[in-house]
Each structure stands twice: as structure tokens, then as C-alpha cells.
T-cell receptor
Framework: GDSVTQMEGPVTLSEEAFLTINCTYTATGYPSLFWYVQYPGEGLQLLLKATKADDKGSNKGFEATYRKETTSFHLEKGSVQVSDSAVYFCALISGGSNYKLTFGKGTLLTVNP | EAGVAQSPRYKIIEKRQSVAFWCNPISGHATLYWYQQILGQGPKLLIQFQNNGVVDDSQLPKDRFSAERLKGVDSTLKIQPAKLEDSAVYLC?????????????FGPGTRLTVL
């Protein structure tokens, strides 16, 4: 079945530091890939997505590139802010999984001023 | 545009009691999902509806969990009887359709604590 593995947290950074959260996946066929973010006290929100190989999703300064050869979708941001503190989830949807989202375990990011 | 609504936001019950959660999806969204998120883990799909029909309930513990979406709009998820391991956040999500590219919009969730 489908699965997503993302780096263990928590991750603690200083403001303006570079962020990478690693994500790799196993899926049948060609899945669509997503990063969701959960801010404290709020629901899950879609951060960005990519639907085919070599696509780059981007939003709010975050980027991730769909790498089929390495089955990866790493999240990056060049300069994090305190307001980026949240839990980040990598996820995928494939037709073989009945179009349900399969999530990683989540990575807690804390950004200190 | 109103988002996905869920109630209650929090619920505390004793084991072996029953509990029900309610979800109202975004207007016009045909597909509705219930996910269970245990602390420290990613959400896991329990059941998926397309309009008022079930399309995937393979991970729903059917001996104690049930869900319905009678008119193809709002939905209820019930647990009876609850066990300690059911303590989790129950998330409802909706999407316009069932494809790989349709964004799923999530509600704020219901945090269930079973004592």
C-alpha cells in the first residue's frame, strides 16, 4: 500500500534560517503529492502541491519539487519566520488508494526570534 | 465561502459510552471524508462518501464505528462503545470530486478524550 515517510521532529530553528523537511513516499502509479500545515489550534491547510514529476509546488515562500527518480518531495524555505511555527505533514493521493490522502507522521517546526 | 464545520470541538467521555460527531462540508462538495488523527501521527482515513454512498470504509472499525450521510450533505460519525484507544482528533474533510488533484478542505476537528 501507499506510505509516506518524513523526517522526525521536532525541528527548532532561529528566525531567517534555512528550512528543509525531508519526505519520501511509496505508491502505486503516479501519485499527487502535498504538503499540509497545521498551525496551533487550527485545522489542516493545504500549503502546496505537485501533480506530476518535476513539478514544483510553491506558496508563502515554501517550495517542494516532485522527484520521481528518488520518490521524494522535500519541503524547503529560504528564510523562516516565527509565524511558520507549526506541524507540517507530507501526503499523497493515488488512484490505487481510492483517492484518500495518505499522510506522514508530521514534523513539528518551532522558529525562535 | 464557509469552510467545513464540525461539532463539537471537544468531547470527554468514559469508556463504553457512545459519542457522535457532526460535519457539514463546503457547499457543493460531493465527496466527504472522516479521518482519525492519533496524537503524534498523521491523519488516517476512516470512511469516504461520494454524495450519500460509501466508497471506502476499509479502515473503519465497523464493530464500534458507524457513519452516515443520508442526504448527501452533512454527515455524522458515531462510536459505540468507545474504547481508550479511540482518544484522538476526528477530522472531517470535503472535496469537489474524487480525483488525485482535487484539494481536500479540512474542518477544525473534534478532540475526543476517552477516560
Amino acid at each position: 500500500g501507499d506510505s509516506v515517510t518524513q523526517m522526525e521532529g521536532p525541528v527548532t530553528l532561529s528566525e531567517e534560517a534555512f528550512l528543509t523537511i525531508n519526505c519520501t513516499y511509496t505508491a502505486t502509479g503516479y501519485p499527487s503529492l502535498f504538503w499540509y500545515v497545521q498551525y496551533p489550534g487550527e485545522g489542516l491547510q493545504l500549503l502546496l502541491k505537485a501533480t506530476k514529476a518535476d513539478d514544483k509546488g510553491s506558496n508563502k515562500g515554501f517550495e517542494a519539487t516532485y522527484r520521481k527518480e528518488t520518490t521524494s518531495f522535500h519541503l524547503e524555505k529560504g528564510s523562516v519566520q516565527v509565524s511558520d511555527s507549526a506541524v507540517y505533514f507530507c501526503a499523497l493521493i493515488s488512484g490505487g488508494s481510492n483517492y484518500k490522502l495518505t499522510f506522514g507522521k508530521g514534523t513539528l517546526l518551532t522558529v525562535n526570534p | 465561502e464557509a469552510g467545513v464545520a464540525q461539532s463539537p470541538r471537544y468531547k470527554i467521555i468514559e469508556k463504553r459510552q457512545s459519542v457522535a460527531f457532526w460535519c457539514n462540508p463546503i457547499s457543493g462538495h460531493a465527496t466527504l471524508y472522516w479521518y482519525q488523527q492519533i496524537l503524534g501521527q498523521g491523519p488516517k482515513l476512516l470512511i469516504q462518501f461520494q454524495n450519500n454512498g460509501v466508497v471506502d470504509d476499509s479502515q473503519l472499525p465497523k464493530d464500534r464505528f458507524s457513519a452516515e450521510r443520508l442526504k448527501g450533505v452533512d454527515s455524522t460519525l458515531k462510536i459505540q462503545p468507545a474504547k481508550l484507544e479511540d482518544s484522538a482528533v476526528y477530522l472531517c474533510a470535503s472535496s469537489f470530486g474524487r480525483t488525485q488533484n482535487n484539494e481536500q478542505f479540512f474542518g477544525p476537528g473534534t478532540r475526543l478524550t476517552v477516560l
